[in-house]
């Protein structure tokens, strides 16, 4: 049995990798405080109980992610011949659960304290002897919840695009979900103190549906992407031009006289096959070769591409 090459990321990415790694447990030592500042100044407040949620649902895309980084290295074997590269996908999937369910969280929550028209209060506590409205506790645990999310989501996003790592890229986007949350939490919080009882639910009903979006936008992808649908790209979930180059290059090919090719996604790399009807049959296993080569040199995700002549096509696959 042929087992698939012990690769993951090309040396020149490696830099990128360890950053992205050392970036995801900060992240998690960063949630860990946030979680533990916001428990200790809940009160019974129930936009700072949103937050804690929020914190705690947060620290699933770090640990998918450094989880997922001890197996996709693994190298293959008869067991797994294609490698653990899925794992990466399985990462995802989970990472877009969390931020699907935080959206779904916000949105349910908010409703129901609008439709209750809940009048929530903040009291005072005692503090080096003087008497603090507890608001202002609230609002500086928020602030460490909210300031480092903005700093960490902007590091990760170029990382995500460079490794084709759409697990990072979904953490990215639940950093944004933090801050926008952990805003409207502060708005909320000076709107109850305004007397705005209805100011932190609207702010975070309205936030939610943004959230709800990204996070649907990456279940959709990531239970597409097990699906074996073809390769998109991580920012914008479109086609993946790669899929245009190999296309292009199996056109260019003097001895290829009809084709058609599927790729999938494993992971970070691409595994491909293409079906070939030979123009000649000179050299042919040679011609293979080379071409299948070519295509694999195209760029460092397409970790394998197969050719397999053909005697024809089926009339809707030829290219």
Not at 79 to 88: D, E, I, L, S, T
Not at 107 to 125: A, N, R
């Amino acid at each position: 049995m042929k087992k698939l090459a012990q690769f993951e990321f090309p040396p020149e990415l490696v830099p990128d990798f360890e950053k992205a790694k050392r970036l995801e447990w900060i992240t998690i030592a960063y949630f860990i405080s946030s979680a533990l500042v916001i428990f200790l100044a809940m009160g019974n407040s129930q936009t700072m109980k949103t937050a804690w949620y929020d914190d705690v649902l947060s620290l699933t895309p770090p640990i998918a992610f450094q989880v997922a980084s001890r197996v996709f290295m693994k190298a293959p074997n008869k067991q797994f011949p294609y490698g653990y590269h899925r794992v990466a996908n399985i990462a995802y999937l989970c990472s877009a659960v969390a931020l699907f369910a935080l959206g779904a969280f916000l949105v349910i929550d908010s409703t129901l304290s609008l439709v209750k028209t809940e009048h929530p209060t903040i009291g005072t506590v005692i503090v080096g002897g003087h008497q603090i409205w507890l608001g202002y506790l609230m609002i500086a645990a928020l602030l460490w919840s909210t300031i480092p999310s903005v700093i960490l989501g902007r590091k990760k996003l170029p990382l995500a695009k460079h490794l084709h790592e759409k697990n990072l890229y979904t953490d990215a986007d639940m950093n944004k979900a933090d801050w926008m949350s952990g805003i409207a939490a502060m708005l909320g919080i000076v709107g109850i103190g305004l007397g705005w009882w209805w100011a932190d639910s609207a702010a975070a009903l309205l936030i939610s549906v943004d959230i709800v979006h990204d996070g649907f936008t990456s279940l959709k992808q990531a239970v597409f992407d097990l699906m074996d649908q073809i390769p998109k790209t991580v920012a914008t979930e479109q086609p993946d031009p790669l899929l245009e180059q190999v296309r292009e290059t199996l056109a260019g090919q003097s001895w290829v006289k009809d084709f058609s090719f599927r790729m999938r996604e494993c992971g970070h790399i691409y595994l491909g096959e293409g079906f070939v009807v030979p123009a000649q049959e000179e050299n042919l296993i040679q011609h293979i070769a080379n071409t299948a080569q070519t295509i694999e040199q195209l760029n460092w995700r397409i970790q394998e591409f197969v050719i397999t002549p053909v005697p024809e096509l089926p009339d809707d696959e030829s290219a």
